[in-house]
């Protein structure tokens, strides 16, 4: 359980880049990043999976191609374009935090699933979580106003934000589940496919989108904008590599060792790496409910990591 818990807290480290991209790349719009990121996730995957896609392709069966679709939309490209848009219209915090509800929520979906503690026995670490979700809400509507945006854009933005919340919580359900219940697949290969789903669907929202937007895109408004695509494709190559192709391994790794319920506190690594590279980025200390945000989700990460150990360390009957 260890390794998958170690694995669990290097994919959040990958995956807190994602919050990033959308500062870097404002000048480009949310479906944009997306297509872009995993066009650049499908290209990776296939270029590492090359040698073995034939044998891949011929282990394959009917519910693996609706699990990689629907994973593909879900944890991917639906949920990247409202991460975006969240970050653009409420901003790094705000989004970063909404997201870190997931341990919650996904504790509490899953809490049916074989080898999930009951919910008394995690009741105190999801009250630390939930006591530092808070203190990082009360800092969002204190400091509503210096983001620059309006209030009904930073209502769309939580908005948003909530509705990544919910496909990737929906996702990370499916995804352990339908892992344990098919060993057929290593997690490497696992990964190349989900890539490989993903970079398809994106390269055809990405030829629809061109052909309707065009001129926004490509003609006079494009280069009016001041957009760098050189920019957009290593930003979005970095971040390909990084947070989908080696952090989503991770993941997989750590879906197959660890119970639902603990997966669920994991994903919150992803917040609090996000956090870190945005105070870095922006180059400024957390203030005194975002430092307090910060130390009661590690604590209960912790705290609920350690009830699992113990669960784990007693001896059958």
Not at 167 to 172: R, V
Not at 177 to 185: A, C, G
Not at 251 to 267: C, E
Request: net charge positive.
């Amino acid at each position: 359980m260890w390794n998958g818990v170690l694995c669990g807290l290097l994919a959040g480290a990958m995956w807190g880049m994602v919050f990033i991209v959308p500062e870097l790349l404002s000048a480009f719009s949310p479906v944009e990043m997306a297509v872009g990121r995993y066009i650049a996730y499908g290209a990776i995957a296939f270029g590492l999976m090359l040698p073995r896609l034939g044998k891949l392709y011929a282990r394959l069966e009917r519910s693996d191609y609706a699990a990689l679709v629907r994973h593909a939309l879900s944890g991917n490209i639906v949920y990247y374009m409202l991460l975006a848009l969240g970050v653009k219209l409420a901003g790094v915090a705000p989004t970063s935090l909404i997201i870190g509800v997931l341990p919650i929520s996904v504790t509490l979906m899953g809490r049916k699933d074989h080898g999930a503690l009951p919910l008394r026995q995690l009741a105190l670490p999801l009250l630390v979580a939930a006591a530092g979700i808070a203190c990082i809400n009360v800092d969002v509507f204190m400091h509503a106003g210096s983001s620059g945006s309006t209030p009904a854009q930073t209502l769309l933005g939580v908005l948003c934000a909530t509705g990544a919340l919910l496909c990737w919580s929906w996702y990370t359900l499916d995804n352990a589940r339908y892992l344990k219940r098919n060993p057929h697949f290593s997690s490497a290969e696992w990964s190349a496919l989900y890539g490989l789903s993903s970079g398809l669907i994106a390269l055809l929202i990405g030829a629809a989108a061109l052909a309707i937007w065009h001129g926004e895109v490509l003609g006079a408004a494009g280069k009016a904008s001041g957009r760098d695509w050189t920019m957009f494709w290593i930003t979005n190559a970095l971040l390909a590599l990084g947070a989908s192709v080696i952090g989503n391994h991770l993941w997989n790794i750590a879906s197959r060792r660890v119970p639902v319920t603990l997966s669920g506190q994991l994903i919150l690594f992803e917040t609090l790496f996000a956090l870190l590279y945005g105070f870095i980025y922006k180059q400024e200390w957390p203030r005194p409910l975002e430092l307090a945000a910060i130390v009661l989700l590690a604590a209960g990460v912790m705290w609920s990591v350690r009830v699992h150990a113990m669960e784990e360390d007693v001896p059958p009957p």
